[in-house]
Each structure stands twice: as structure tokens, then as C-alpha cells.
């Protein structure tokens, strides 16, 4: 609405954090007219320094104003301040000529968008909506109410929107296809939806029966310095599973990471129970799970070597991915194959109203998008991402071996989605990625990732939906060494599968949601291809015969709401592979939460896992010469078991979010191999692995904070992971069969990621990464034989490298935040590893001319790494 504004005084020359009313009485006070200004919901949430003694003081005013939306207008002896575009002063030049034009056409959908957007006209604070049939009134005094959650500038579906109803509490969150369901009180009742960067909206409703709404959803605007913004931080303290963390990508851009680069990877080692072995590495550990025991899946599809250049980026453009959903425990019954973790990575759909792109250019990278719509109702993205990295790897250390090489990758991801109807979609989506390098002219490894996928999405009235995806993952690598072109060669590896998946989800009852559904995966793997390389060479060609295996899976869930403080999530996924030999057995996923009060629950988890394919290596982390081996008579599957708890609280008005989780696991089968074993071109490889029990447990703890001008997070984990042998090779058996450390196993584990944001304009970033040193095994004497001297190992993992400690800074400044703007340049500065420490990845001992033995210690990146990023939309 439009308000006068009252003559007030103030005798201090220095205003700070004054909302805008107060400013109004500066601007009038200064000019002499008399003002009329529009104030909304919004404004309340806006904050104003003005110094009077600047001379220029009114100009930064109208500058600020303008920033953040605002049209300043002089008319007639007055000045009017309005969001918006403003106050037209005389009509268009054709209004009468095209009146009759206008009266004849319906209104253009363009327009009927854009007043939905408005932040004054047909808003959840000025209307009221009508949920299903006035003469048909639900018996019950419920109905559920679902539709989908969807930005207003983009249309794009936004995942993890809390809607929380104000009368019952009941609460519901918006999927990955921004789609949610929600049970409601018959009769006048408010539905509060908010998240993180997003405006809190309150939708007033009058509930007669089962009914549908979609919501619009608008991006929080941080602009001045002291706007204070809320959002919904009750999302872990009312779903009814734990372990689950989710991260939408527009939250971490800012996250200073190696050379200034968004990764996916690294955003979730930031997170409690989340640890990998060291800088460069690919892979990672959840709660004590070796790294195959992760499933990783993006857009549906299993990736299998989810990194770049040693795992010094993720393989996921950060422009194109929407939301990522890491479950460490309580794993929903629709995922399987893994032991120990899901990470589940979803790209956005692409823009439904403009044509969008982006550009970015750092130390390393190249990369950019462009997305859009095609006609009203399908949506494309398409971006890629490429590197100029070979200058790296000479500032590496020459112990390292890798200051002499080169290397390479590049990535492509493309998707388009096409809307049928309300209640029917297909979403086709696509990914290739590429790495070549050499660790010297003569030897190149190169690696490649490949996935498709179509997806079916339908609804079938108000309570059934279904999702029918069907896919093909396809992940090689291949090392070729031409040192001797007598004996050169090229060594590969190749796993192809085939899936389909369907899933439904139904509502039985106000208290009763299930999920059931199937899946089939077909496994085609070529364990390994030895082939001469040139026409001088003359190696022998060997070629491992290949392994094929199918894997299916039914489930059923049931989400119990017994009450509106306590509900209960159960299920069960009878799993079955089929290779050589038939496994199969149940697997139960029970999960519970009780509402200790509005703000606090406590949680409960159990779940039981099965695995029937291994990664085999003997390297510390995910390496390209790692094979992965499908379960068979003579390797069993894996088998994992988990129980945890944990309270979870929203405090200071829902500002900080608090999380406590305890955890213990325990593991069959996990495949450990042989001292002196060979992996690579092995056709006995039953015979080089051996069968280990695995144990872990800890506790996990998470302060978040995601609102104001400070913001981010804090996590802390202590926990412990060993492993003994279960196979009876007597004196042979690792550390005598008694328990040892796990290579991954880091006790203490904190980080901490924090973002201050000085104005609209400038923010700072910076974190910081503490753990324990890995276990190593190392020589503690050596004894003389044969006329030589041999060397008398420790027992397996009984020593550690020293611990791990890094801080990291980052300046970021975005110089165009003008609304309307048609393009936005932005950039950031920072420094990794600040202090400069030489973290230790890695100990190797040799021998020197005298015959004493040396240890050696490997760093990664020693000294501190300045970046800049450039990046650049449209």
C-alpha cells in the first residue's frame, strides 16, 4: 500500500540500520515534498545507513533504493517511491488503436505470469484459495492438498520447500521435481512456506475437500548491509528420517574450494560423518564405509568415477546441478546396491520463461550453459565444462612423479524436459565426461563416465503419482605405456549397465503414505583387455573373459503418521542377483521420529543393506586403474547393517539449526586384498582378496546457521572404523586376525564453512578442515638374509601420518545486482590453503647408498594457491 509519510527529526548525522519508513522521513525531510511511498511485506525486512554529513548522501539513497527495486518518481510537487516499475505518466502512443485488437484477444499467459509474480497484486497475503468442492465437504475434517513448488522467476521446480501448516503442524517438502503433498485441517488455515534464499510466504487457505495449488516461491533479495532474512530451518526437526543431508547449490557457490571451483564432492566433506583419505582424492567415506559402498547417481544414473584430474574436481558442473541429497542412514527402500550411502545429484530442468546462460573462466576451467524454453510447454539445458590444467602438475613436487606430465578432461551435460499436461512429464537426460594424463610422455591413462536416461512422470488423480525411468551407464578406462615400442601396450577396463526403474506412491490414508515399486539392473563387465599398442609391439594379447549379472528388486514403505508429534517410516526391499551363482534376501529400512516439542524431536533409525558388486584396489582411493568384480560362487556379497539416533532442535527463532546423530554399523564381506597382491589382469582374483568383517561407530554433531549477513556451518565427528579378517589362513592372516584401523579411518573429523556478506555487493568466505592422520603400515627393522637386508613390517595400519589442518579465504564481489539488468558479471579472489602447511598424504620408505632406510613424506599442494574466477551471466 501507498503511505504518507508523518515529519519526524532526528539529531544524529549518522542513521544506521534504519528501515525504510525512517528513511522516507530523511528523503522528505531533504527534498521538501511530500512523499508517498509502497511498502510490502519486503520492506520490513530492509536496513539503511545514511550518513548526513556526505554531501552526496541523498543520491546513495536513491541508488540504494533503486537497487533493491524501487522507481523513484516526481509528479506534480510530489515524489513518489514505488516497487516496481512504476507510475505510467500517459498512455502508450496505440492504446486506442489497439483497443479493439485487446478486446478481442484473450490475455497472453506471459502476462497472466508475470501479475502472478507480482509482489502487490494476487499474493498469499491478500487472497485467500479455495482447496477443493464447497458442496462436497470432506467427512473426515482433512484433505490433502499437493501440487508443485516452483520459482517465480524462472518456473523452475525448487526442492526442499517446508510447507507447515499452521493449525496441526503438519508438514510436508517439496521433492526433486518440486513436487509435494500435504494433509490439512478442514475449514480457514495458514500454510507457511519457506527455505533457505527464499521469501517467507504465508499462504491463507479455506480447505473444503482434496485439492490441488501450486506455490510460487521467490528468491530472498539480500541487498543492503543489516537486512536481516528469515527462513525455514525446520525441515530436519520435522521429516521423519535421519541421516539425510541436503544441499542445494546456490548455497555453496561461495564455499572457497581448491582453485576457486564449485564441486559437488567437496561440499559434502564439508558435512558431518562425510571424510575422504586426502587432498586429491577421489572417492569418500561415509560413517566407516569403504568408498564402493557409496552410490552415486546422477539424474538416476550410477556414476562410478565421480571426479577430474585425481579428484581434484567433481565430474558435476555446478551450473547445471540443482540439488544434492546425501543419505547416510535411514535409506529409503526405492535405493539399493550399496552398503553404505546414497549421493543423489539432480540437474535443474532449465528456465520456462527466457533464455539463460552463463560463462565462467578460472586457473583451471572453462565452463558455461544455456538454458531455456522451447514453446510453452518443454524446457531445455545444455552446459559443458573443459580444463588447461597441464601447468598444474609442474608446480607439483618431483618426488611426487607427476611434475613432468599433462592433463585433460572435459564434461557434457543436456537435458529437456516436456510438460503434457499438469499430471504428465518426461524428462531426457544426458552426461559424457572425459580425462586423459600422463604422468610422463610415455604413459597416458584416460578414463570416461556416460549416462542417459528417460523418465516418465505421471499422476494419476490426487493420490497416486509414478516415475518409469529407463537408463544406460557406461564408465572405461585404459592406460597405454609406449616407453619400449617393443613393448607397448594398452590395458582396459569397461562395466555397461541397462535399467529400469518404476515407483508409485500412494495415499492410503490421512495416516498412511506408501511407496512401493521395482528395479532391474543388467551387468556387462570386461574385467580386463591386455593389447599390444603399435605395430612394433609384441605383446601377447590377453583378454579376461566377461562377467554379465542381473540384479532386481521389489519394495514396500509405509509412512505412519500415528500422530501429530509421532510417526513411524517402515519397509522392506527383497533383493536378487543372479551371476554365476543366485543370492538374494531382505532388506528392512525402519526409521521413527518423535516431536519433543514444536522446535525439537528425537529421531531413531535401523536399516539393513545388500551389495553385489566390489571395487578391488589396493591404492588408498579411488584410482583409474581401479576394476570393480560382480559377486560369483566364490566372492559373496556384501552385506551391511545399521542402527542410529539422534535429536535435532531449530533455536533462535529458527536461525540456527543443532543436530546430534550416534551410530553403529557393522560390515560382512568387504573385500580386503593380500600383502604383495595383483589386481590388474588377474584371473584368479578369488584367490588374491580375502573376506573382512568391518565395525564402525561414532557420534556427529552439526550447528548451522542460514540466515543474516553471517552465515554456515560447523561440524564435528568422532568415530572409529576397523576391519579383521574372517578367513582362517592362520599365521598368514592379517595382523593375526585381530582388529586393525581401516587406511580411512580418521577419529576426529571438524570443518567449519562460514559467508559474510558486507552488502549486496561484496561477501567473504572461508573454511576451515581439521582431522585426524590416516593409519599407514611401515617398516620398524630390518634383518639380514640372503646376503641382504629385508625389512620387518609393523603390524597393518598401526601407525598414522600427521594430522590434517587447512583454511581456506575467499573475496566475492558482484558489481551488477540493477534489476532488469540484461547480464550480470561477477568474480571472486581467494587463496586455498592460506597458512601454506605441507599436509602429509602419504609416507614411502627407500633405501640409500649407505643401505639405510628413508622415509619420505608426500604434500599435495604445500603452499598457499591464489585463484580468480570470472563468471558471467545472461
Same mark, same amino acid.
Given at each position: 500500500m501507498l503511505g504518507q509519510v508523518q515529519q519526524g527529526y532526528s539529531q544524529a548525522k549518522v542513521h544506521r540500520n534504519i528501515g525504510l519508513d525512517s528513511l522516507m522521513v530523511l528523503l522528505q525531510k531533504e527534498s521538501g515534498q511530500k512523499i508517498y511511498y509502497q511498502s510490502d511485506a519486503s520492506a520490513k525486512n530492509l536496513t539503511f545507513t545514511v550518513n548526513e554529513g556526505d554531501p552526496s548522501y541523498t543520491g546513495q539513497i536513491k541508488e540504494d533504493l533503486a537497487d533493491n527495486g524501487y522507481t523513484i518518481l516526481s509528479l506534480k510537487g510530489y515524489i513518489f517511491v514505488l516497487k516496481g516499475a512504476g507510475l505510467a505518466q500517459e498512455l502508450p502512443w496505440d492504446y486506442f488503436s489497439a483497443a479493439a485488437k485487446r478486446e478481442k484477444q484473450p490475455v497472453a499467459q506471459d502476462y497472466i505470469d508475470a501479475l502472478a509474480e507480482s509482489a502487490n497484486v494476487a499474493t498469499s497475503q491478500n487472497k485467500t484459495y479455495q482447496i477443493g468442492d464447497k458442496g462436497n465437504v470432506s467427512a473426515s475434517g482433512k484433505a490433502y492438498m499437493s501440487g508443485y513448488v516452483r520459482d517465480a522467476v524462472t518456473g523452475e521446480p525448487v526442492v526442499g520447500v517446508s510447507l507447515v501448516d499452521n493449525v496441526t503442524?503438519?508438514?510436508?517438502?517439496?521433492?526433486?521435481?518440486?513436487?509435494y503433498k500435504i494433509l490439512l485441517p478442514v475449514g480457514k488455515t495458514v500454510l507457511d512456506v519457506g527455505g533457505y534464499s527464499l521469501e517467507d510466504t504465508k499462504v491463507h487457505l479455506q480447505v473444503y475437500g482434496e485439492g490441488t495449488l501450486d506455490v510460487v516461491v521467490k528468491e530472498k533479495v539480500f541487498a543492503l548491509s543489516g537486512v536481516v532474512v528469515s527462513a525455514e530451518n525446520t525441515n530436519k526437526v520435522r521429516a521423519n528420517h535421519m541421516g539425510i543431508e541436503k544441499v542445494r547449490m546456490d548455497r555453496v557457490k561461495n564455499v572457497p574450494m581448491v582453485f576457486g571451483e564449485s564441486d559437488v564432492v567437496k561440499i559434502i566433506l564439508t558435512l558431518p560423518g562425510v571424510k575422504s583419505v586426502g587432498e586429491a582424492s577421489s572417492g569418500f567415506n561415509v560413517r566407516g564405509g569403504a568408498t564402493d559402498q557409496n552410490l552415486v547417481l546422477f539424474n538416476g544414473g550410477t556414476v562410478y568415477n565421480p571426479s577430474h584430474l585425481f579428484g581434484v574436481f567433481s565430474g558435476f558442473n555446478p551450473d547445471i546441478v540443482s540439488d544434492i541429497e546425501l543419505y547416510k542412514s535411514s535409506v529409503p527402500v526405492e535405493y539399493g546396491g550399496r552398503i553404505s550411502s546414497v549421493l543423489d545429484v539432480n540437474s535443474r530442468e532449465g528456465n520456462n520463461k527466457k533464455i539463460t546462460g552463463s560463462l565462467g573462466i578460472g586457473l583451471l576451467t572453462a565452463k558455461g550453459h544455456v538454458e531455456g524454453p522451447v514453446g510453452s510447454k518443454t524446457t531445455f539445458i545444455a552446459g559443458a565444462r573443459a580444463t588447461y590444467s597441464d601447468w598444474l602438475l609442474s608446480l607439483l613436487p618431483e618426488e611426487s612423479e607427476y611434475n613432468d606430465g599433462a592433463a585433460s578432461f572435459y564434461d557434457l551435460t543436456a537435458g529437456i524436459t516436456h510438460k503434457f499436461n499438469a499430471n504428465n512429464s518426461i524428462h531426457v537426460n544426458g552426461y559424457y565426461s572425459v580425462d586423459d594424463f600422463s604422468f610422463s610422455a610415455d604413459t597416458l591413462y584416460k578414463y570416461r563416465n556416460a549416462n542417459a536416461s528417460l523418465k516418465w512422470k505421471s499422476n494419476f488423480g490426487d493420490k497416486t503419482s509414478m516415475e518409469l525411468t529407463a537408463g544406460y551407464d557406461h564408465y572405461d578406462y585404459a592406460t597405454i605405456d609406449k616407453f619400449s615400442p617393443l613393448k607397448a601396450y594398452e590395458m582396459s577396463f569397461r562395466i555397461e549397465q541397462m535399467y529400469g526403474k518404476l515407483r508409485f506412491k500412494s495415499l492410503l490414508s490421512e495416516k498412511h503414505t506408501i511407496t512401493y515399486g521395482a528395479d532391474i539392473v543388467s551387468f556387462d563387465l570386461l574385467p580386463g583387455s591386455y593389447l599390444p599398442y603399435g605395430d612394433a609391439s609384441l605383446v601377447v594379447?590377453?583378454?579376461?573373459?566377461n562377467e554379465t549379472g542381473i540384479e532386481g528388486a521389489a519394495y514396500l514403505s509405509d509412512s505412519w503418521s500415528i500422530s501429530e508429534k509421532l510417526s513411524l517410516d517402515f519397509g522392506v526391499r527383497y533383493s536378487m542377483f543372479n551371476s554365476d551363482k543366485f543370492y538374494s534376501g531382505p532388506e528392512f529400512r525402519l526409521s521413527g521420529r518423535a516431536m519433543l516439542s514444536d522446535k525439537v524431536s528425537f529421531k531413531v533409525g !535401523?536399516?539393513?543393506?545388500?551389495q553385489y558388486i566390489h571395487m578391488l584396489s589396493n591404492s588408498i582411493s579411488v584410482s583409474p586403474t581401479d576394476i570393480w568384480k560382480l559377486s560369483d560362487r566364490n566372492i559373496k556379497p556384501q552385506k551391511g547393517w545399521q542402527v542410529a539416533g539422534g535429536f535435532y532442535a531449530s533455536l533462535f527463532n529458527n536461525k540456527v539449526?543443532?543436530?546430534?546423530?550416534?551410530?553403529y554399523k557393522e560390515m560382512d564381506n568387504y573385500l580386503d586384498y593380500k600383502s604383495g597382491a595383483v589386481i590388474i589382469m588377474n584371473r584368479n582374483i578369488a584367490e588374491d582378496v580375502i573376506n573382512t568383517q568391518g565395525r564402525a561407530y561414532g557420534a556427529e554433531l552439526m550447528l548451522k546457521k542460514s540466515v543474516g549477513k553471517l552465515n554456515g556451518w560447523l561440524s564435528y565427528t568422532y568415530s572409529k572404523t576397523q576391519l579383521r579378517e574372517k578367513d582362517e589362513r592362520g599365521v598368514n592372516a592379517i595382523n593375526g586376525g585381530?582388529?586393525?584401523?581401516?587406511?580411512?579411518?580418521?577419529?576426529?573429523?571438524?570443518?567449519? !564453512?562460514?559467508?559474510?556478506?558486507?552488502?549486496?555487493? !561484496?561477501?567473504i568466505s572461508a573454511n576451515a578442515d581439521y582431522s585426524t592422520g590416516r593409519p599407514i603400515t611401515v617398516p620398524i627393522a630390518k634383518y639380514e638374509y640372503g646376503g641382504g637386508y629385508r625389512l620387518y613390517y609393523s603390524d597393518r595400519n598401526s601407525f598414522r601420518i600427521p594430522d590434517y589442518m587447512r583454511i581456506d579465504a575467499a573475496l566475492n564481489i558482484e558489481p551488477t545486482h540493477k534489476l532488469g539488468a540484461f547480464t550480470h558479471f561477477s568474480f571472486s579472489i581467494g587463496v586455498y590453503n592460506v597458512t601454506g602447511r605441507k599436509n602429509v598424504y602419504s609416507v614411502y620408505f627407500d633405501t640409500d647408498a649407505a643401505g639405510q632406510i628413508k622415509g619420505h613424506q608426500l604434500c599435495i599442494f604445500g603452499a598457499p594457491i591464489p585463484y580468480v574466477n570470472f563468471n558471467f551471466k545472461f
Open positions: 503442524k503438519s508438514y510436508a517438502q517439496s521433492d526433486a521435481h518440486g513436487f594379447p590377453d583378454i579376461i573373459p !535401523v536399516n539393513t543393506m545388500q539449526e543443532a543436530s546430534i546423530e550416534g551410530y585381530r582388529w586393525y584401523d581401516a587406511s580411512y579411518d580418521k577419529p576426529h573429523d571438524a570443518k567449519l !564453512v562460514a559467508n559474510y556478506k558486507f552488502t549486496h555487493r !561484496v561477501s
